[in-house]
């Protein structure tokens, strides 16, 4: 009896030393290229704003101008959309562990701010303002374009792509002729409470195990405004095929001043975003205070960065590197 319990005591601490092993040589084996590609993910933030009545989104407009007036109200959301993408890095929760579940690290997106002035009356009216300008220069635009249309045959240069931005000018007129009619109808009715609010959504685009694209809807799971970064999450809590997920070390690497930073060339820059799903190893130089000299065009917020012999030490935010990942598993931060 005392020979089986001495027999399992023995095993036991030998199972302990071989996992700890494991881990230990887990963690001082550096990131492989393929790795380091495979954790940076490109993520895309979506928002737009609604005017509700009821509680209920009926409306929907582009900016605001000032403290009050509303830009580009429209009774069609997409017209509404703004996109902003940036790059990010599947992370795991715990240093010493496998433990991703679908958690990315990225730069926090700020959100368009809603107009001060919220009472019914003046969000009626500034729909009513916002709309009766846009329909002012749609009609002028329209009545340009269909004189031109009328004038010129088919077989003018140019016909056809006059043709179709009328086609795009007279959806957008009814869209905001829509909300005209809308708004018109509860301008007059009573017991109605109207409102704005600011939505965002959030998709992760990457390559799975086979190398072909694919995305997966994201939700905000903390924030830390003071370093201004953010942890996402998949609606599922899973971490894709083919994501490399990254653990920063327990040492300090302030010594390290080359650096490879794993990013989308282009990426947020209109007409200069090149394949923004296969990523270009960057290489550079880390210089004092934690800043860095990669070019902004190549390595945008969010792109993950590591020494040259691979070991992840943070991620891009403007010219500097956020090397404290782990704050984010605070929970007194502002989710």
Not at 26 to 44: D, H, K, N, Y
Not at 45 to 64: H, I, M
Not at 212 to 221: G, I, N, S, T
Request: charged share 20%.
């Amino acid at each position: 009896m005392k020979y089986s319990k001495k027999k399992l005591f023995l095993v036991t601490i030998g199972i302990l030393v071989v996992l700890s092993a494991a881990v230990v040589t887990w963690q001082l084996l550096p990131s492989s290229m393929a790795t380091m590609r495979g954790s940076v993910v490109m993520v895309e933030q979506t928002t737009w704003q609604e005017v509700l009545v009821d509680g209920k989104p009926k409306l929907y407009f582009n900016a605001v101008a000032g403290d009050s007036a509303l830009l580009g109200v429209t009774a069609n959301r997409d017209s509404a959309l703004h996109h902003r993408r940036v790059a990010g890095c599947w992370v795991n929760r715990w240093q010493m562990l496998p433990s991703c579940f679908g958690r990315i690290v990225t730069v926090a997106c700020p959100t368009p701010s809603a107009p001060k002035q919220n009472d019914d009356s003046t969000i009626v009216r500034l729909c009513k303002q916002s709309i009766a300008m846009q329909l002012k220069t749609l009609k002028a635009q329209k009545a340009e374009l269909d004189y031109y249309l009328r004038v010129h045959g088919v077989q003018d240069n140019g016909y056809q792509r006059i043709a179709a931005l009328t086609t795009r000018l007279t959806a957008r007129y009814n869209d905001v002729e829509r909300a005209a009619k809308f708004i018109d109808s509860l301008a007059n009715a009573k017991n109605h409470k109207f409102g704005f609010r600011t939505m965002a959504t959030y998709t992760a685009y990457f390559r799975d195990s086979e190398g072909k694209r694919a995305k997966a809807d994201l939700f905000v799971a903390e924030r830390n405004t003071k370093r201004g970064i953010m942890l996402l999450k998949t609606k599922d809590e899973k971490t894709p095929d083919g994501a490399r997920p990254l653990s920063t070390s327990p040492w300090s690497h302030n010594a390290e001043r080359d650096i490879r930073a794993v990013g989308f060339p282009g990426l947020g820059e209109n007409g200069l975003e090149c394949d923004t799903i296969s990523p270009a190893i960057i290489p550079g130089h880390k210089t004092k205070g934690n800043c860095h000299d990669l070019p902004t065009l190549l390595a945008s917020d969010g792109t993950p960065v590591f020494t040259a012999k691979g070991r992840f030490i943070g991620i891009v935010k403007g010219k500097t590197i956020v090397s404290d990942i782990n704050c984010l598993n605070n929970r007194t931060f502002v989710h």
